[in-house]
């Protein structure tokens, strides 16, 4: 029998996408289908995907296999969070959170910290609700919020106006009063991502407790999303939404394997917050996905150990504080070779991305690359990867279509990368400065 790619003929008459599905904001095309996509097919150097090419720590990679062997730990494990690995995160973030969790309670374990923010909006937005996100934001927010029933509001963290250095995010911040104004008798809930992908942004504690004062003020719900919470540089530190007074009975603190080990592909992270919240976002869970793979939360468990005594002991091994270290001259790398290139980059406190403003590259794009229905970065993220063989992601796909006005000259640079690709990075800017000089 021959088969076919090409859809039936015959597709039930009752079939027709969901009109939930099809609501702005939810059914544009993911900006990752389409640019890794691209990237495959053009063989592109990959600096935009945010996944490091490096191994993760010795033990962690070790404690995946050492399981493979023990009947138990290929079995499901309890539903919410393995018990070794939620005593784990317990012990890590009651310091850190200043609480005495309860782990059974107040910790559930998820696939990815994408299964957590799903969880999370799911259990807390209805029809008609409003949540306010900060911008840029991670591009499932909004669909999530969407999906959900709920509505969009969007305040940008800005460059300065005062002419003050632009060129690094410790200057750029949100405006309290516009913040403060896009609140309603719908707001739901607020979502911040800190430290923020894609600008890098990491906020003070002043900014954080001026953001909470709003939210407490307006007595609404707040999703932190803080999987970057381990990768800050020099002059900056992280301080995390639910330590802020009367913040922990409304925030839901979200946190990712992936980010803390460099295992993306892992897919595994958490979500703490009082037991009411999470005892929502459970009812959830146990009928989308029920629990996350046994052998990653044992591993994961085992490694969080390790890594706890390390820092106990000043050991500089510590993975919590040695991967910031190790990126920091990445980081500074990167910047580099941008400016090389004609770019301005926005140097990051935190996480792995680098936005960079493009405009002076000297790039004009032909007409046959041009797609009016998208923006600038977008048409030249896309240019580069067919023509020049580089792959970046542009900014404004982390931006709503209002803020895309405003941002659309952005690439998104990932720079957790090994030496080998650094290298090939720095040539390809070497040789763009060179050949744009003549």
Not at 7 to 15: G, Q, R
Not at 308 to 320: G, I, L, V, W
Request: with cysteine; hydrophobic share 40%; glycine share 6%.
């Amino acid at each position: 029998m021959k088969l076919t790619r090409k859809m039936s003929a015959s597709v039930p008459k009752i079939y027709k996408t969901p009109e939930r599905l099809m609501k702005p904001g939810v059914a544009a095309d993911s900006i990752w289908v389409e640019f890794v996509g691209l990237t495959n097919k053009h063989k592109a150097l990959n600096l935009g995907q945010g996944f490091p090419t490096f191994l993760p720590p010795d033990h962690v990679i070790e404690n995946l296999t050492q399981v493979g062997d023990k009947y138990l730990l290929n079995q499901y494990t309890r539903g919410f969070g393995h018990p070794p690995l939620i005593a784990a995160l317990k012990d890590m973030y009651d310091p850190l959170l200043n609480r005495d969790l309860d782990a059974q309670k107040e910790i559930i374990v998820t696939v990815g910290a994408y299964g957590s923010l799903f969880c999370a909006i799911q259990a807390m937005v209805s029809e008609g609700d409003e949540v306010i996100i900060i911008e840029p934001f991670f591009d499932c927010y909004a669909p999530m919020v969407n999906m959900a029933g709920g509505s969009c509001k969007f305040v940008p963290i800005r460059p300065p106006k005062d002419g003050s250095d632009a060129g690094t995010t410790a200057n750029w911040a949100v405006d309290l009063k516009e913040l403060e104004a896009a609140f309603t008798d719908k707001t739901k809930a607020l979502i911040i991502n800190n430290p923020n992908n894609p600008l890098g942004k990491v906020f003070r504690r002043d900014e954080l407790e001026a953001i909470a004062n709003i939210v407490k003020q307006k007595d609404v719900l707040c999703i932190a999303d803080e999987v970057y919470e381990h990768m800050t540089y020099p002059g900056s530190t992280m301080h995390r939404m639910a330590t802020i007074d009367g913040m922990w009975d409304r925030t839901f603190t979200i946190g990712s394997a992936g980010k803390t080990f460099s295992v993306t592909g892992w897919k595994l992270g958490w979500c703490i917050a009082p037991e009411y919240l999470v005892k929502n976002m459970g009812y959830v869970w146990q009928n989308v996905c029920y629990t996350s793979p046994t052998p990653i939360q044992e591993a994961c468990a085992n490694s969080f150990r390790i890594e706890m005594e390390r820092q106990k002991n000043n050991d500089k091994r510590c993975y919590f504080t040695s991967l910031a270290d190790e990126m920091l001259p990445l980081r500074d790398r990167m910047a580099a070779a941008l400016r090389k290139a004609g770019m301005k980059p926005i140097v990051p406190e935190g996480g792995y991305f680098m936005a960079a403003d493009a405009s002076g590259m000297g790039i004009d794009i032909p007409k046959e690359f041009y797609d009016d229905t998208v923006t600038w970065d977008h048409n030249l993220a896309r240019y580069l990867i067919s023509e020049e063989k580089l792959s970046t992601i542009p900014n404004s796909a982390f931006y709503s279509a209002e803020g895309k006005k405003e941002n659309n000259k952005y690439l998104r640079f990932c720079f957790a990368k090994d030496e080998a690709t650094m290298q090939k990075a720095e040539k390809f800017f070497d040789d763009w400065a060179a050949k744009n000089s003549q």
